[in-house]
């Protein structure tokens, strides 16, 4: 059984940073594709950034709503990823989860929940004025 755990969370000003952390742990840990996603209360889950790894091409994809100020990044290894956000806003207030994909890439859907099949329990996120 593999188990993400998120790390970073927490409250900040408008403008400020934080940097999220997930780190994958269990049996052998390979994934196809890490993202991280966030959920605002009263809305859908959706994705923010997900990095997908197909032989030696890495796919890199951003939501429009924080292209420019969050980036994903991840170690050697793929069982860490993470996502530096920077100039937060209210509206990027949600529980942000990282999520991973394990099993064969069979569609292109990594903007989807559904694509993934790993979850963590999230972590709060809050940027106020």
């Known amino acids: 059984q593999v188990h993400l755990v998120e790390s970073g969370g927490g409250s900040v000003q408008t403008g400020g940073s934080l940097r999220l952390s997930c780190a994958a742990s269990g049996r052998t840990f390979s994934p196809k594709a890490m993202a991280w996603f966030r959920q605002a209360p009263g809305k859908e889950r959706e994705m923010v950034s997900t990095?997908?790894?197909?032989?030696?091409?890495?796919?890199?994809a951003t939501a429009e709503s924080v292209e420019g100020r969050f980036t994903i990044s991840s170690d050697n290894t793929k069982t860490k990823v993470y996502l530096q956000m920077n100039s937060l806003k209210p509206e990027d207030t949600a529980v942000y989860y990282c999520a991973a994909k394990l099993g064969p890439i069979l569609a292109n859907n990594f903007h989807s929940a559904s694509f993934y099949d790993t979850w963590g329990q999230g972590t709060q996120v809050t940027a106020s004025s």
């Open positions: 990095l997908v790894w197909r032989g030696s091409r890495t796919t890199v």
